[in-house]
Every structure is written in C-alpha cells, then in structure tokens.
C-alpha cells in the first residue's frame, strides 16, 4: 500500500479530485482476481456512495488461457467516485467492459483501465457511456498494451460523453500502446450534448420536453450494458434511471 499521496504529474490522477483523495489516503489495496484457463467469471460493480464520501475501487485481474471476464461498471456516488480495473489476458483470453458514469452538483468520477495483451489471440471490448450536468467532471482513461509477441490481438475502445451543461467537464484518454505488427485496434471517443433533432422528433409525436430528454439520455446509457444478461441489465439501468432522475 502506498502512503504517497499521487499528485497531478501521475497521469492516472491528472484529472482527479486530489483534495478529497487526500482526506481518505491511503485506500484499500486492491482486489485480485484469478480467472482459471477456460473459466469465465461476471462482475457488477455499482457505486453508489454517499455525496460528500470518497469512494475508490480497485481491481486487479489475471485472465489464464481461454479465460473470460465481463464487468458492468455503474459509477455513481461519492464527492471522488473512482474505478479502477487492471486485467493482464493470456493467450485466447477475453475481456468485456461496459460502464456507465453519471455525475452532477461537483462530483468527479472516475474509470480508469489497464489491458494488458501478453500472449496471441486475446480479445477485449470497452464501451464507456457518460452523462454530466452542473459542474461534474467524468474522466475516463483506458490503456490498452500490446506485447510484442501478442500477434493476433484484437481490442476496442468506445468512449462517448453527453453533457447536460457546459459547465461540467468530461475528459476522454483511450490510448494504445502496440509493439505486434499483426494486430487489430480501434479507440474513439466524442464529447457533445442531445441531438436537437432528436428531442425535436420526440416532441412532435406528443412527448413533454423533460420526459423526450429523459428517454434519449436513457438509451444512450443503456448501450453500456447491452452486453449483460436481462436481469443484470434491468437491475443497472433501473439503478442508472434513477441517478438521471436526480440530475435532471
């Protein structure tokens, strides 16, 4: 456990809340996680804390030959609410993130990823959704490393952020650090606001304004957990609802 309280130079913390983290320094140390050659394991992580509490989340996660892992991460609560998930895939290894941050008043919320591909024919998927308003800042920075005998390797990250005021903050850091010359890749990420044309489409088939907002910023945050089995996903997007609700 580290007793150095990380400054702004620690690109992981670059965007962080270092003033609240100092109130709760040092953290837990992480969680680790053994997945067995041809096993599979499914995480959900909601947090969802108090307003005024700092809450940080470590994982660190091993994935043998053949192995599997999803996360469905919902990152709610707290003054600092922060995710972090460090996974190393073995060769034919899979990795599935979908997450979901939603953040008003002066929260800063964070996921933070490390996906490290050691061997050939591992594969990973990463869809980040965002919802901001007030003076809330979202981070999410997500690393993607390829070994250079990772051949075959295939990864992807999607990182899109929707503000509800131009007073919040998202920042977006997909990054890939490649050393195999057989590989596929891909990282996006966007930042914007409602589609006016959608909310206008919505509005003339009868909607109220508040509840065309309310049904667009729903699907866009669904997309994170499309991937999970029905009753994780009603259980996450009734959990995301309801923390919409409170910021519009």
């Not at 109130?23 to 992580?45: F, Q, S, T």
């Not at 804390?49 to 043998?64: G, M, N, T």
């Not at 999803?70 to 895939?89: P, S």
């Not at 850091?173 to 206008?200: N, Q, S």
Request: a negative charge.
């Amino acid at each position: 456990m580290s007793l150095t309280l990380p400054t702004r130079r620690d690109e992981a913390w670059r965007y962080s809340d270092l003033a609240a983290l100092g109130g709760a320094w040092p953290v837990a140390e992480p969680e680790h996680i053994a997945v067995p050659a041809g096993a599979a394991i499914a995480r959900v992580v909601v947090q969802d804390a108090a307003p005024d509490a700092v809450a940080v989340q470590d994982y660190v996660i091993d994935l043998a030959a053949g192995a599997r892992a999803t996360f469905h991460v919902l990152n709610t609560g707290g003054r600092l609410g922060r995710v972090t998930i460090d996974v190393t895939l073995h060769e034919g290894a899979h990795f599935e993130l979908g997450a979901a941050m939603l953040g008003g008043a002066e929260q800063t919320l964070e996921i933070v990823t490390t996906v490290r591909h050691v061997e050939p024919h591992a594969t990973s998927n990463q869809l980040v959704r965002s919802v901001l308003g007030a003076r809330a800042t979202g981070s999410y920075l997500g690393k993607v490393a390829v070994a250079r005998h990772a051949q075959k390797t295939d990864a992807s990250q999607s990182v899109k952020a929707m503000l509800l005021a131009r007073t919040a903050t998202a920042n977006a850091k997909p990054e890939l650090e490649i050393f195999a010359d057989d590989v596929k890749c891909a990282h996006g990420a966007t930042v914007g606001e409602l589609d006016a044309m959608g909310l206008f489409y919505l509005q003339s088939r009868g909607l109220p304004p508040a509840e065309a907002k309310a049904l667009l910023l729903q699907a866009f945050i669904a997309s994170a957990f499309e991937s999970a089995d029905d009753a994780t996903r009603e259980t996450l997007e009734a959990a995301a609802q309801a923390a919409l609700e409170k910021l519009l």
